[in-house]
Nanobody, 124 residues
Framework: DVQLQASGGGFVQAGGSLRLSCVVS????????IGWYRRTPEKAKEEIAC????????YYADSMKSRFTMSSDNGKDAVHLQMDNLKPEDTAIYFC?????????????????WGKGTQVTVSS
């Protein structure tokens, strides 16, 4: 079974940084895309970035490009989300998710597998 577990959330002051991690297991191949999302009461789900494991290509939602960076360790074992210059409006539950890769940019993919989220709280 495909399993994902996000971690690394916490409390941080505005302007600070956090690095989230997502441990991935059970992927049958590298033909998968992994994405980071967040959810707040105001925005049901917001896409942040995604990565295609086969070639390591990374894609970002336009509003996320300047402060968020997605990376991976050992290919499909773990992915990370570096978040810099955090703002109170970044307060959310952050999730990682995975789905089969169809050979295209992975933004807006319908994710099949979701991990439990990690809470990020940014104080002003």
């Amino acid at each position: 079974d495909v399993q994902l577990q996000a971690s690394g959330g916490g409390f941080v002051q505005a302007g600070g940084s956090l690095r989230l991690s997502c441990v991935v297991s059970g992927l049958p191949s590298d033909d998968y895309a992994i994405g980071w999302y967040r959810r707040t009461p105001e925005k049901a789900k917001e896409e942040i970035a995604c990565m295609t494991l086969r070639d390591g290509s990374t894609y970002y939602a336009d509003s996320m490009k300047s402060r968020f960076t997605m990376s991976s360790d050992n290919g499909k074992d773990a992915v990370h989300l570096q978040m810099d210059n955090l703002k109170p409006e970044d307060t959310a539950i952050y999730f990682c998710a995975a789905t089969e890769w169809y050979g295209t940019e992975c933004l807006d993919y319908h994710m099949s597998h979701w991990g439990k989220g990690t809470q990020v709280t940014v104080s002003s």
